[in-house]
C-alpha cells in the first residue's frame, strides 16, 4: 500500500501563486509515476501534470507555462508550483501515485482563486 497526504492549498488572488506538496509512504518503492490532478465543482477529474521516476513530465495545455510539477525521489514527495493563477484553476487537488498494479489518490487538498 502507498498512502499520499497533500498540503499547500488554499484561497489566493488572481495572479499569485501557491506550491503544492504530496509525500508518498509505504511501498513507495513500488511507485513509477506521480501526478497531479484537479475536480472543479460539477466537473470531471481533469490530469494536471505528470511525472515519472526518471523526471519525465507532461503538463495539460490549460496550465502549460504556469504550472511546473517536480519530485524529490529521496523524499518521496512530488511538487506542483503554480504561478499565475487564475479563477478557473479553482478545484479540488489531488495526489496520484502510479505503481504496475494498482493507482493511489490522496484526499485532495482545497486551491481557491479569487478575481
Known amino acids: 500500500q502507498v498512502q499520499l497526504v497533500e498540503s499547500g492549498g488554499g484561497l489566493v488572488q488572481a495572479g499569485g501563486s501557491l506550491r503544492l506538496s504530496c509525500a508518498a509512504s509505504?511501498?513507495?518503492?513500488?511507485?513509477?509515476?506521480m501526478g497531479w490532478y484537479r475536480q472543479a465543482p460539477g466537473k470531471q477529474r481533469e490530469l494536471v501534470a505528470v511525472i515519472s521516476s526518471g523526471g519525465s513530465t507532461n503538463t495539460a495545455d490549460s496550465v502549460k507555462g504556469r504550472f511546473t510539477i517536480s519530485r524529490d525521489n529521496a523524499k518521496n514527495t512530488v511538487y506542483l508550483q503554480m504561478n499565475s493563477l487564475k479563477p478557473e484553476d479553482t478545484a479540488v487537488y489531488y495526489c496520484?501515485?502510479?505503481?504496475?498494479?494498482?493507482?493511489?489518490w490522496g484526499q485532495g487538498t482545497q486551491v481557491t482563486v479569487s478575481s
Open positions: 509505504g511501498r513507495t518503492f513500488s511507485i513509477n509515476a
Open positions: 496520484n501515485a502510479v505503481s504496475s498494479i494498482w493507482m493511489y
